[in-house]
Nanobody
Framework: QVQLVESGGGLVQPGGSLRLSCVAS????????MYWYRQAPGKEREFVAR????????????TYGDSVKGRFTISRDDGKNTVFLQMNSLKPEDTAVYYC?????????WGQGTQVTVSS
């Protein structure tokens, strides 16, 4: 079955950086878009970023939530079945559990999440 395992979270000071990873299994990774979401305490889950499947012809596309544009970068390594989220210029309001997500057929899969805490 589809499995997603996130890692890379932790405690970082404001202005710092972190790189999250999500290793996928159970499906043909390169053929599916991948997503990052986050959920802060007491708030709804929020879209962070999306990366398209790796196309044969035209370039890959990335989409970001307004709150992270210009600071976060999503990327993927199809050879390692891994999607990354590089987070720079972190702010206290970025504190949340970050989740990896994909949709395979009629199924939606989520990882267990990785905690990111931005605090001095």
């Amino acid at each position: 079955q589809v499995q997603l395992v996130e890692s890379g979270g932790g405690l970082v000071q404001p202005g710092g950086s972190l790189r999250l990873s999500c290793v996928a299994s159970g499906f043909t990774f390169r053929m599916y878009p991948m997503y990052w979401y986050r959920q802060a305490p007491g708030k709804e889950r929020e879209f962070v970023a999306r990366i398209s499947m790796t196309p044969r012809l035209n370039g890959m596309t990335m989409t970001y939530g307004d709150s992270v544009k210009g600071r976060f970068t999503i990327s993927r390594d199809d050879g390692k079945n891994t999607v990354f989220l590089q987070m720079n210029s972190l702010k206290p309001e970025d504190t949340a559990v970050y989740y990896c997500n994909t949709r395979v057929g009629s199924s939606e899969a989520w990882g267990q999440g990785t905690q990111v805490t931005v605090s001095s």
